[in-house]
């Protein structure tokens, strides 16, 4: 029977199944059980006892209250799934292969008794069946078998796995000790916030726990010893047995048991002397374990015994080790040998640990041949006196070659990494981190001198990174080489001291060709040809003596260059000799993202023009800003050929005169085409004049985006035939009257975005061809200083949708010219505005008329005005009705506004409708008395959203009807989400706001906003 939606149960019902073999009444499809155990009175499952020949049961009592206290289930019981109380499937739970499990949480009952008693009729020898016990959150319980009664101590025959959480009056499992064959299929304990546990179990015999694989004891304060042995009368008895021997046990995790002492105790016995006694006994065996993590144990001082039995710990493969504050040392020389399988070392946050392998004590004449580990991930973090991870040099009698990955983080009173012998041995390594160290150099001689230069090989090593290192002044301080075959990533942070990179043709001329020499000249990397072949990216930030040596990078494909405040320049291209170099023909970079900010004495990133001996053809992202001493960006032989460039961001450099440098002696005009470019950003340029110096054209075929921002001593554009007289090649050009782009009539076909600031917005008022931006959708001018913004503009931007206007004087926006001819005009801007999809004016503080009154702006979705003192309405009734396609409109910050709509002449009766309107926002408006006082009713069908907030004179939205089918609330304030139910009509609504406000006036206060006048 197999009822998973089973609600009720009539009484009587159940007790009528004396034949049922299986019964199963599991949780619903949440985990939940809706069963009613108590009807009228009677418990239904008082009524189990008549099951006799039951062989299965799966149940669940969520409330154990309701459990009777003389419950007898069928001696006949073979597979059981009983859980009493609130239980929410954990980690612990595995439903396949688990015939027998019993779960309790009897956080909320007052029966423990019952439940025990109710255990125990399971069976009267103690449980012998049971595979699976787990107990949480049940404080009443301070014992698990308390079956003192029993002639046998045999309990749990069959339990696999043990788990006890939150027991926090727990005061031992069992009362007695306990034979050899209790728990003799346990595979797993566990247990958490047992805190009143001294021991896990208590044996008379070391012959327990056969079978154990897994041990897992956290968080339980009073943990003295995880298994006690109470007799040592077994140990060197007649079957040669010298030692206790958990032979299973594979997985090992112990965390916060701040009074443990040790894993296993003999008869009680405790260290009297002041040695410091080892979290593991001499005479406990480990044979099998893999696995060990210890964490939070601030007294233990010691791991590992000083005696160890021939295969303890020969398998381990993982340790972890965290928190432990008293610990000095991780691995004592006795136990190199036995961890030669260990493949991962975690150490963290140990205040005390000064060396992580101690090679003091190793007798290396009398060691075998070299001993190869299996080391290959090496985490150290937080060990503040941490001096050594290898106190001495292992001289190459233990291998650590495979180690991939190596992590060292925040250990300062460490001088070096590793030693040399193990250095040299590393070809495996993949990942090298370092952060927050004091080391000085990454590899020590630790031992005196070396007489033979060494060669360091890291053929494996993909990523090195070297973050936070005030002391590092060298790779290795003596003479030596070192090759970095695969070595993709580079990245360095804060190391003031060193020297990134230097040929050794520049060390022989610093006369340092000697084994002894100063290590404050060395650099960290002696490169020449081709030391990094397959490096890819480099990231220096807070670095300072950086110079690029092309030959080395070859395969570079992105760099960034972040706050070197002592860098001149980037690319070192003196003295390469390209015929020897690069005999064949162009050379091409690979490099394609460049990066560089905050190099104040940075004056070029190329040093020389390569002059198309080297190609950088497949850059695709330049970003410079901060660089307050460069003049320029590219030698003009490298401008020429960045056919797959497609950003150019520079920003905040205050002596760039030009973005392409003028090219030795040339007399030719230049032509620069930059087919894949979509995004150009000049900002904060003060000294930027033009693109290029001489006599050229560029053509941007695919630019999208264009931004010019405080560029104030450039010509935007110009046409070439306009700027210089035909065939003058002899004519000296004055780049100070150069524009910054020298165009074609369709150098710009698909320009899109266009962001002007400043002199840059002299463009606008240029006669520029129609077919120069024939497909411009977004513009955004900010800080014009011009009284009006013209229509003649946007009818040459016949494309346009977005338009943004910030901080600027105008006074009207849209005007005719002072000779109007209105009939041609009228048209073109009802072709031009009809377009418009989205109009934004911000902090125009002067602007007293947004669009003329005979405006129609039929594809307007979102409009937006914010901060514009001057305004007192912001459209015409008849501007307003062609707003059909509206669906936003926001206004804000207008301390004149009246109304909203102003009336036009004297109307009888009248209907607008905004029938898309969804979103509408009147936000401290101070002077704002109504939307519209004119003769008009107003229909709102879509309106979803209305924000009236900061308008204290808004007696009411409209003086005739207003209908908006769908608004439920009027938004207040956004900051408290106060709201207001539409009652009645809007107006009535709007009047009973108003009426709320009485006694809390609305102070508006200028100063409350951002002052146009103090923006640059």
């Known amino acids: 029977m197999y009822c998973p939606y089973l ?100 956080e909320t009952s007052s029966c423990c008794d019952d439940v025990q008693k109710f255990l125990s009729v399971l069976d009267g020898r103690g449980f012998p069946e049971l595979e699976y016990l787990h107990v949480q959150n049940s404080s009443c319980f301070r014992t698990v078998v308390d079956y003192l009664e029993s002639e046998s101590c045999h309990h749990f025959l069959f339990l696999e796995l043990l788990s006890l959480h939150h027991v926090l009056n727990l005061e031992r499992i069992h009362n ?40 897992h004891v956290t968080r339980s304060d009073n943990m003295e010893e995880i298994f006690a042995i109470r007799s040592e009368k077994d140990i060197n008895n007649g079957e040669g047995m010298d030692q206790i021997e958990f032979m299973q046990l594979r997985f090992l995790k112990l965390k916060s048991l701040p009074k443990l002492i040790s894993f296993c105790s003999i008869n009680g016995n405790k260290n009297t002397l002041d040695t410091p006694t080892p979290l593991f006994n001499q005479k406990v065996a480990f044979p099998s374990l893999e696995e060990i993590e210890i964490s939070e144990m601030d007294d233990l001082e ?10 303890s710990f020969c398998n381990l493969n993982s340790l972890e080790v965290k928190e432990c504050n008293k610990l000095l040392t991780i691995f004592q020389s006795n136990m190199l040998e036995r961890i030669a399988r260990l493949e991962s070392l975690t150490i963290c946050h140990c205040e005390l640990v000064e060396q992580i392998f101690d090679l003091q004590g190793v007798d290396f004449e009398n060691l075998h041949s070299g001993i190869e580990t299996l080391l290959s991930e090496l985490d150290i973090n937080g060990l503040p006196k941490l001096k050594h991870i290898w106190n001495k040099d292992p001289q190459k009698m233990f291998s650590y070659k495979k180690l991939s990955s190596v992590k060292v983080n925040d250990c300062m009173s460490m001088k070096y990494l590793f030693p040399i012998s193990i250095a040299e041995s590393l070809s495996e390594l993949e990942q090298l981190r370092v952060y927050n160290c004091g080391v000085e150099e990454i590899v020590g001689d630790g031992q005196g001198e070396v007489k033979v230069a060494p060669t360091f090989v890291f053929p494996q090593i993909t990523s090195l990174k070297l973050k936070n290192l005030p002391r590092l002044k060298t790779f290795y ?50 490169v020449d040809k081709v030391t990094f072949p397959s490096l890819e990216e480099i990231k220096i930030s807070e670095s300072n003596n950086l110079t690029i040596a092309q030959e080395s990078f070859c395969n570079l494909k992105s760099m960034e260059f972040i706050n070197c405040a002592s860098v001149e320049e980037i690319f070192d291209l003196q003295k390469v000799n390209f015929e020897e170099s690069y005999p064949r023909a162009v050379t091409h970079h690979q490099l394609q993202k460049l990066y560089i900010k905050g190099l104040p004495k940075l ?56 973005i392409v440098a003028m090219e030795g002696e040339a007399k030719a005009s230049a032509r620069f085409v930059f087919p894949k470019v979509t995004s150009i950003r000049l900002n904060k340029l003060p000294q930027l004049r033009t693109f290029y110096p001489g006599v050229h054209s560029s053509k941007w075929l695919f630019l999208k985006e264009l931004e010019v921002i405080s560029c104030d001593k450039i010509e935007l554009l110009a046409s070439q035939l306009l700027s210089f ?17 020298l165009v074609e009539k369709d150098s710009f076909p698909n320009l899109e975005k266009l962001k002007l600031r400043g002199e840059a917005i002299k463009i606008l008022q240029s006669q520029f061809s129609e077919q120069l931006f024939c497909n411009l959708k977004f513009l955004e001018v900010y800080n014009d200083k011009s009284v009006i913004f013209p229509i003649c503009i946007l009818q040459r931007l016949r494309h346009m949708k977005d338009l943004r206007l910030q901080y600027s004087s105008y006074k009207e926006i849209f005007s005719y010219d002072e000779d109007k001819t209105h009939v041609v005009i009228d048209s073109r801007l009802d072709m031009v505005l009809q377009k418009l999809e989205c109009l934004m004016v911000y902090y125009c503080v002067n602007l007293i008329q947004v669009v003329p009154s005979s405006a129609s702006f039929q594809n307007l979705t979102f409009f937006r005005v914010w901060s514009c003192n001057g305004l007192k309405n912001m459209m015409t009734s008849s501007t307003a009705k062609s707003l059909v396609q509206l669906r936003e409109m926001e206004i804000e910050y207008c301390k004149s506004m009246i109304e909203v709509v102003a009336k036009e002449g004297d109307v009888t009766e009248d209907e607008i ?34 924000t009236v907030k900061g308008c204290p004179e808004m007696k009411y939205f409209s003086s005739r009807d207003v209908t908006t089918p769908i608004l439920q609330k009027v938004k207040r304030d956004w900051s408290d989400g106060r709201e207001y139910t539409l009652e009645g009509d809007l107006n009535t609504t709007i009047q009973q706001m108003q009426d709320s406000r009485e006694g809390h006036p609305y102070n508006w206060k200028e100063e409350d906003f951002w002052d146009s006048e103090d923006e640059d």
């Open 7 to 106: 609600r009720n149960i009539p009484p009587n019902v159940i007790s009528t199944f004396t034949r049922l073999e299986e019964l199963y009444l599991p949780a619903g499809r949440y985990g939940d059980c809706q069963i009613k155990w108590e009807v009228e009175g009677v418990n239904i499952l008082d009524e189990l006892k008549n099951l006799r020949h039951l062989t299965a049961l799966e149940i669940r009592i969520p409330d154990a209250n309701v459990l009777p206290k003389c419950l007898f289930l069928s001696k006949k019981l073979e597979r059981y799934e009983i859980i009493i109380g609130n239980y929410e499937w954990g980690p612990f739970y595995r439903r396949h292969g688990t015939s027998r499990m019993i779960i309790l949480n009897l």
């Open 176 to 215: 007695h000790q306990l034979s050899a064959e209790s728990f003799c299929r346990l595979r797993t304990i566990i247990v958490e916030f047992c805190h009143k546990l001294k021991n896990v179990l208590s044996f008379s015999t070391y012959k327990a726990l056969p079978l154990l694989q897994k041990v």
């Open 302 to 311: 010691m791991i590992w015994p000083n005696q160890l039995y021939n295969d």
């Open 477 to 526: 301080r003596g003479v030596y080489t070192s090759q970095w075959q695969n070595l993709k990533k580079l990245v360095m942070r804060r190391c003031d001291k060193v020297e990134l990179f230097a040929s050794s043709e520049l060390l022989n001329s610093r006369g340092n060709n000697e084994v002894q020499h100063d290590v404050s000249v060395q650099p960290l990397f002696i």
């Open 603 to 658: 004056k070029q990133i190329w040093n020389k023009d390569p002059q198309a001996e080297l190609s950088f053809k497949s850059l695709q992202q330049v970003e410079v800003s901060d660089c307050q001493s460069l003049k320029d960006i590219f030698p003009a032989s490298i401008a020429r050929n960045l056919s797959q460039l497609v950003k150019l961001d520079l920003e905040n450099c205050g002596l760039v005169e030009e």
């Open 725 to 741: 007289q035909e065939n003058n090649e002899e004519s000296h050009l004055d780049k100070s009257a150069q524009p910054l782009f």
């Open 913 to 946: 409708v905004f029938g898309k309107l969804r979103t509408l926002t009147l936000a401290d408006l101070p002077s704002l008395s109504c939307f519209c006082s004119g003769n008009y009713s107003f229909e709102l069908p879509s309106l979803e959203q209305l």
